[in-house]
């Protein structure tokens, strides 16, 4: 775990990175069988919630939003 960023690993924003995590998770459960149906992420995920509270918490800029693509 020597290698594991912290930060990144623990942020709480909704970026690409983020959403296609939880993406590849789902359709992990899926094929699994373990989560039955169709369930929209990007319909179910709603940002403003975290984003008020990184607001209140002046920590807006504390993470840097990734793309899908990056690691």
Do not use: M
């Amino acid at each position: 775990y020597a290698s594991v960023d912290l930060k990144r690993h623990s942020a709480p924003i909704f970026d690409g990175y983020n959403i296609s995590l939880i993406k590849q998770k789902l359709k992990a459960g899926q094929d699994l069988k373990l989560i039955r149906g169709n369930i929209d992420v990007d319909r179910w995920i709603e940002s403003k919630y975290v984003n008020n509270a990184l607001k209140t918490l002046n920590l807006q800029t504390f993470w840097t939003p990734q793309g899908a693509s990056d690691k």
